[in-house]
């Protein structure tokens, strides 16, 4: 499938007489992949089956285009490349002292250029740092800055010319960071605001590097997500584009969305603005077109595709080059650490306790010792059977590379965190008709909501506690904590020490700042406990000690009133599962 937009077209108006043979022609190709999260071969590590998409079908109709267009095809990536399949895992954590293997891919597939995307960040330096050093193609980070020097830590910007036409590649980096990661993994770094920079840099490619071509490879979705003092926007690609004159095109990602737009800027000049979505499903395609007479470029055409690589051929060299290595990751991950007594599916957590949620919640207290667990599902639809447990199940059940932490809070801001989770998640129902969650049908081809509203990675239940959610109730009013499940009175003045991920630790989705009520700047002080590794390895390592398992849903809350929540429940789950 290809999506096609309409061309811009420059004229630059030269009193010349054009002669023949004196008019050239000069056609460029740019491919942008983002959010790969480790989609690398054609099979799936943690399903253990075929994989549609991935870089080996990339890795082929690139090399269509570069026979069709020679050396005048650019190839790009726009960041999230470490984290997402168990090869990436095994590369960062288990073979670390190997180079690699997203930038022995990348160096395969002759990448021209790249940046980081938070997930990268989120590896922390030992990780994306030697990943940099070992990278053929700049990685680039105009806005991500060394507090040192107090210039970019990365290459701002990369210069490549192609049959003459000189094409400057600017980088840079959602500026949100520090509201999910820890800052130990961004130790010596801050994230500029992304307007202001581009300013800066456009301004330079323009007159010290006399770019013709000039292409923005910004790792932020379109517009919206978070926003912090200073106007800085996590999702900030439409702003630039509204606000920066000189983008010929940016090609972005991020939001696991497929963009193909053209934002006017401040100038009247339309920008054209691509986003391919995530796991190397699609690739983002720009063709240029320059005219030149006398040598002076007179005619500028531009026109984006998005194209769906899916049903491309296998890059079979590409899948025989890195066999060695793919066959010792299947032997990772099919290395059995346990045995579940019954099957855990995340599409139970949206309606009530879950055997999969729960079964979290009881591993992070048992981890920690902590008096109150909480946790979201990370994944929207995964299942893990009754039988055997191995490696690659561990990335079914936690699916990010956060960190567990221990973080002291009252009852009362705990409350307010979960009257926050629950606001987000379900409606206010009106009558018996209603709809439990909030939905949207718009979201079902968004890649992140799947048909929710809101993001679901948000959606934090409780465990070490009895409460109800009255969904009758306005927001901010639905959750009435009952009790300790121990049977211990729930006071809302004293601190409890409550076991979360990192992310959610460190302000990810507001729920312990706007929903708790605490302050950024007092979040490090309340932690009181942090695993060195990731939160995946305890979860494998506790497992691992049980040997077997029987995870069961702990009923510590319910959704209430029950004749309106339970039939509305299952009419939900028929709309988002088809069951």
Not at 11 to 33: A, R, S, Y
Not at 205 to 231: K, N, R, W
Not at 352 to 372: E, K, M, N, R, Y
């Amino acid at each position: 499938m290809k999506q096609t937009l309409l061309i811009i077209s420059v004229l630059l108006f030269m009193p010349t007489v054009t002669l023949w043979g004196q008019t050239k022609t000069i056609d460029l190709k740019v491919i942008e992949t983002s959010d790969v999260h480790g989609h690398f071969f054609p099979y799936d590590f943690i399903e253990r089956k075929p994989l549609q998409g991935t870089l080996t079908r990339v890795s082929k109709y690139v090399q269509q285009k570069r026979q069709e267009y020679g050396d005048r095809v650019l190839l790009l990536d726009n960041g999230d490349i470490l984290q997402g399949q168990p090869c990436v895992y095994w590369s960062n954590y288990v073979a670390k002292d190997e180079p690699n293997l997203a930038a022995q891919v990348v160096n395969y597939m002759r990448y021209d250029a790249a940046t980081m995307g938070n997930h990268d960040v989120e590896t922390g330096h030992d990780v994306y740092d030697k990943w940099i050093q070992e990278m053929r193609c700049p990685v680039l980070g105009a806005n991500i800055i060394d507090t040192k020097t107090g210039r970019p830590y990365l290459k701002p910007y990369t210069m490549i010319e192609r049959d003459g036409v000189k094409i400057a590649v600017i980088g840079m980096i959602t500026p949100t960071i520090s509201c999910w990661l820890n800052e130990s993994l961004w130790q010596g770094l801050e994230f500029q605001e992304m307007v202001s920079c581009a300013q800066k840099w456009v301004k330079h490619v323009q007159e010290a590097e006399h770019a013709d071509i000039i292409i923005g490879l910004f790792h932020s979705g379109l517009e919206g997500g978070l926003t912090l003092p200073g106007g800085i926007v996590e999702d900030a690609t439409q702003l630039v584009a509204q606000q920066v004159d000189g983008f010929d095109i940016i090609f972005f990602g991020h939001d696991h969305q497929v963009h193909n737009d053209m934002i006017k800027g401040p100038a009247g000049k339309y920008t054209l603005c691509l986003d391919p979505s995530n796991n190397a499903r699609n690739v983002a395609e720009a063709t240029i077109s320059l005219t030149y007479e006398h040598g002076i470029m007179v005619k500028k055409e531009i026109s984006g595709n998005i194209v769906d690589v899916r049903q491309e051929p296998i890059d079979q060299q590409m899948v025989s080059h890195f066999l060695p290595l793919t066959q010792r990751i299947q032997q990772f991950v099919e290395r059995p650490i346990g045995r579940f007594l019954s099957t855990i599916s995340t599409r139970d957590s949206y309606f009530g306790p879950s055997a999969f949620a729960d079964l979290i919640h009881v591993l992070q207290l048992q981890i920690t010792g902590a008096d109150i667990s909480l946790n979201a599902p990370l994944s929207f639809d995964a299942q893990i059977k009754e039988g055997p447990v191995t490696v690659s199940d561990m990335f079914k059940l936690y699916r990010y590379e956060n960190q567990l932490c221990v973080v002291n809070m009252t009852g009362r801001e705990l409350l307010g965190h979960l009257e926050m989770s629950y606001d987000l998640w379900v409606n206010t129902m009106r009558n018996a008709d209603d709809h439990l969650l909030q939905l949207n049908a718009d979201s079902r081809g968004d890649q992140q909501r799947l048909g929710f509203k809101n993001y679901t990675f948000n959606f934090d239940s409780a465990y070490g506690i009895d409460y109800e959610v009255d969904v009758t109730k306005p927001d901010g009013q639905k959750v009435s904590i009952l009790k300790m499940s121990n049977g211990q009175p729930f006071m809302l003045d004293k601190t409890y020490r409550v076991a979360m991920n990192s992310y959610r630790a460190n302000g990810g989705g507001d729920l312990v700042t706007r929903g708790a009520g605490i302050s950024k700047e007092e979040l490090p002080k309340r932690i009181v406990f942090q695993t060195p590794l990731d939160l995946r390895h305890y979860l494998m390592q506790e497992i691992e000690r049980m040997g077997t398992v029987s995870p069961k849903a702990g009923h510590n809350w319910r959704f209430v009133p029950e004749e309106w929540t339970v039939p509305a429940a299952q009419r939900d789950r028929q709309l988002l599962f088809k069951e």
